[in-house]
């Protein structure tokens, strides 16, 4: 069973930076450990649907933005931690949300489409104040 946990979330003005991190634990059914998993960042604000904000391939070679985070936010990952990041800059009020971290298991291909990754973590909730 995989397990994600997110962490760094909190309350912060807005011009500020946050980073997230994200501790995954575990393996798969068939044995796959973060190692080759594709990593993705989503956040969802009230009343909204969930959004994509960021993912990462298993090798950390490649990324994808949404479009409202691109060159605000960056994507890392720490194979050796079993970690990744969501270092945020620039934070607007906008970017209020809960952020989820989510894996890709199966196959470790980059994707924007929440339905798939099959392993989510609870969430950690920032708020930018204005």
């Known amino acids: 069973q995989v397990q994600l946990v997110e962490s760094g979330g909190g309350l912060v003005q807005a011009g500020g930076s946050l980073r997230l991190s994200c501790l995954a634990s575990?393996?798969?059914?068939?044995?796959?450990?973060?190692?080759?998993?594709?990593m993705g960042w989503f956040r969802q604000a009230p009343g909204k649907e969930r959004e994509f904000v960021a993912c990462?391939?298993?090798?950390?070679?490649?990324?994808i933005y949404g479009d409202s985070v691109k060159g605000r936010f960056t994507i890392s990952r720490d194979t050796a931690k079993n970690t990744v990041y969501l270092q945020m800059n620039s934070l607007k009020p906008a970017d209020t949300a809960v952020y989820y971290c989510?894996?890709?298991?199966?196959?470790?291909?980059?994707?924007?489409?929440?339905?798939?990754?099959?392993?989510w973590g609870q969430g950690t909730q920032v708020t930018v104040s204005s």
């Open positions: 989510a894996a890709e298991t199966l196959f470790g291909v980059l994707t924007t489409t929440p339905d798939a990754y099959d392993y």
């Open positions: 575990g393996r798969t059914a068939s044995g796959r450990t973060f190692g080759s998993y594709a």
């Open positions: 990462i391939s298993y090798s950390g070679n490649s990324t």
